[in-house]
């Protein structure tokens, strides 16, 4: 049964920093797509970053290009999002996701697995 459980969400004034982390369990990962969304109150979830688990290519929204960067660890089958000088417009609940494949994909409709989520708040 595939799990992926985030942390490292919490309280963060803007211009700082933070790692999301996503553990990985019940399958191997080789051969997927690794991604985050993010959903804020009121809005529909929307695409972060992914990353593909074998090569390493990435992709990113333009919201947050240049401020995150999306990495994995396969020892430790983990992926990580470090989010640096964030804005109040990041707040939001952070989700892992994951597919099968190799192209990045932006729609979290082509996306099987789910974790429960992480809340990021940045206060301004």
């Known amino acids: 049964q595939v799990q992926l459980v985030e942390s490292g969400g919490g309280l963060v004034q803007a211009g700082g920093s933070l790692r999301l982390s996503c553990a990985a369990s019940?399958?191997?990962?080789?051969?997927?797509?690794m991604g985050w969304f993010r959903q804020a109150p009121g809005k529909e979830r929307e695409f972060v970053a992914a990353?593909?688990?074998?090569?390493?290519?990435?992709a990113y929204a333009d919201s947050v290009k240049g401020r995150f960067t999306i990495s994995r660890d396969n020892a430790k089958n983990t992926v990580y999002l470090q989010m640096n000088s964030l804005k109040p417009e990041d707040t939001a609940v952070y989700y892992c996701?994951?597919?099968?494949?190799?192209?990045?994909?932006?729609?979290?409709?082509?996306?099987?697995?789910w974790g429960h989520g992480t809340q990021v708040t940045v206060s301004s």
């Open positions: 996701a994951a597919k099968p494949g190799i192209v990045l994909r932006y729609s979290d409709t082509l996306y099987d697995y």
């Open positions: 019940g399958r191997t990962f080789g051969g997927h797509i």
């Open positions: 990353i593909n688990w074998i090569t390493g290519n990435t």
